[in-house]
Each structure stands twice: as C-alpha cells, then as structure tokens.
C-alpha cells in the first residue's frame, strides 16, 4: 500500500487525506497545532463562483464534494455580484457558464433587489459551507499527529504532500508565494437575506440570521510571519460597514460583536500552486483567501495528477516562479485573466 504523508490539517490536507484514503491510500495526516488552525476555521464561509473562467469547474467540483460530505454543509443564497465595469463582460461569461452548470442566474439593470439598488449586477444562487460541520467530518476518520513537520520518526513514505498554508515558506525555498493577513468580522443589526460581492467597492457581505452577518476585504497587510496573522485589527471593520451602506443605509446602525484574522498565502499571478515540486513531493498552496472555495476541487486535481490521470496545469505549476512577490494579488482580483 502507498504510504503518503499529508503536512497541513486545514482544509487542503484534509479534503487531501479524505480523498486519498478514500482511493486506498495509506495516509498520516500532520498537524503543529489543531484541525483548521490557519485561515480554515476563520473562514466566511462562501463558496465562490467569482473566478476567472478557467477556475470555476474546480469551484464546481468543491461544491460536488461539499455536498457529498452529507446533510447541512451547504446552505444555498442568492448572492449579489457588483464586478468592476471593465470586468463586466468578463463576469457574463461566468455567469453564462454557470447557468449551462445548472447554477440559477440573473443579470440585473437599474433595478431592486432583496432592497438594494442595482445600477448594473448579476444574481447568482450559491453556497456557503457550514465549517465546523465540514471539518468535523473531514478530520473524524484521521489520527492527527502533531510535532514538528520534519520529525520522520514514523518512517518511509512514498508520497509527501506539502499543504501547511502560509508555513510552507518555513519548509520549502519555494518562489512566487506571498504570506499577508485576511480578516472577517460579525455585525449585528437589520440584515439582508443575499450575499453581496462587490468587487467596485471592495467588501463581501455573508448573511447568518436575520441579525448576524459576516463581513470583510479591509486592508490587505503583507506578513514577515505567518503568527503575525492572527493580530485583530477592529477598527476596519467601522470602513466596510460605511462601504456597505453606499448600497444599503441600514449598514450605518450595524455594530461589530466579534473580529478574528488568520494568515492567508497567494502567489505572483494570483493562481494556486498545485502539483509536483520534487520526486514524488508535491504541494497545494497559495489560495489566496479561498481556501474554501477552491481546497476540495484542487485536491482532487493534486491527486489525479499524482495519478498521473492528468497532465500539471501550467499555470498551476508551483515551480512557475523564479523570483519573490511584490504584491498581494487574489484570485478574484482580475476575473478576465484566464491563462490556458
């Protein structure tokens, strides 16, 4: 039997250790600190389909996945998309794609909806993820060990997979990867029943009740460290909420109960890096803010990779850089960048 051992127990190397054990693998999962220590437990919980075109069966894929974990993972929203006027036409290509996906869209001009007012937007019906659920059942299966990531005492592995986030830079001289802050924040006040994604003014908008939701996209802050990370800054909060109330005024009355921050990882380009780095040593990392949307459907491209059922993705491969990042760019940022 294959023996591979998975480094990194957040979303990544969980959806990685569950697939491959799935397949017959042997697999040892490890962990420094606890299941969803990074960004994975911290996440809004969206399951985006604002990627560029060439991403969106992996969000797709996710979707599948998620969804195959059981009952109460995903829970289904109209979500509210405002793209950049450049990228509209860009967006309807996505939108188009979808609906031939059996995803429920909607173009909107000059119109209500759900209260806010539409100048020019797309409604499109997606998931967010009951995270505590969804870790739950990932990791339930698995011995976690902890200790440090290059402590080999339990012997030879065919396989090594490098999926420990914003720490893979303590461990491998890897190019092009980038460690900066993403942080989320819960408001309380009237609330809206859509997710809002506008990318003109630069915030998301999660729904949880109709009194709870969650909010971010403040300011992006490079990291020296990935611990760095986890330092709360509230005061942003106060600038998305006056950024939400251009669309909807009740923004002004909402009040933050609660702020966390995790460190995330993004590369040169925007795009993850998954596949091979070494003789039989791969990685999946660099996803920029959505591990959630994007971890499942990557995993199992990583594996089938592996396989050798698919050929590296060129504009995935994690040896594509040859130099250091000199900015924070993510994935949604340029949904008209499509690299073949």
Not at 113 to 128: A, E, H, M, N, V
Not at 210 to 226: E, H, Q, V, Y
Request: proline share 4%.
């Amino acid at each position: 039997m294959t023996k591979v051992k998975i480094i990194g127990a957040g979303f990544s190397g969980l959806w990685t250790a569950y697939l491959m054990a799935k397949k017959g693998y042997d697999v040892v999962l490890k962990e420094t600190n606890y299941p969803g220590f990074g960004a994975s437990s911290k996440a809004a919980g969206i399951l985006s389909f604002q990627v560029p075109k060439n991403m969106i069966d992996i969000s797709l894929k996710s979707m599948e996945l998620y969804k195959s974990l059981g009952d109460d993972i995903l829970y289904w929203h109209d979500s509210i998309w405002l793209p950049k006027d450049d990228e509209f036409n860009c967006a309807l290509d996505i939108l188009n794609y979808l609906s031939k996906n059996d995803i429920k869209t909607k173009v909107i001009y000059d119109d209500m909806f759900d209260g806010i007012y539409i100048k020019k937007g797309l409604i499109i019906s997606q998931p967010t993820i009951n995270i505590g659920k969804a870790l739950n059942v990932l990791m339930k299966n698995f011995e976690i060990f902890n200790g440090k990531i290059n402590d080999d005492n339990e012997g030879y592995y065919d396989i090594i997979i490098y999926a420990n986030g914003p720490w893979i830079q303590d461990t491998l001289n890897l190019k092009g990867l980038v460690k900066y802050k993403c942080q989320a924040h819960s408001v309380e006040g009237k609330q809206i029943n859509s997710i809002i994604e506008d990318d003109i003014n630069e915030f998301y908008y999660v729904p949880e009740s109709s009194k709870r939701a969650i909010i971010g996209n403040g300011k992006r802050i490079m990291l020296s460290k990935p611990e760095d990370g986890f330092i709360v800054d509230s005061s942003e909060v106060y600038n998305i909420l006056e950024k939400i109330s251009n669309e909807y005024k009740e923004a002004l009355n909402m009040y933050p109960v609660n702020s966390w921050s995790a460190p995330c990882i993004t590369t040169c380009d925007g795009y993850p890096v998954v596949g091979e780095i070494g003789k039989n040593q791969y990685v999946l990392s660099g996803l920029n803010g959505a591990g959630l949307t994007l971890s499942a459907g990557l995993s199992d491209l990583l594996i089938n990779i592996i396989e050798g059922k698919v050929k590296q993705p060129k504009y995935l491969d994690p040896l594509r850089f040859k130099g250091n990042c000199s900015k924070i760019l993510e994935i949604f940022d340029n949904i008209c960048v499509n690299e073949k």
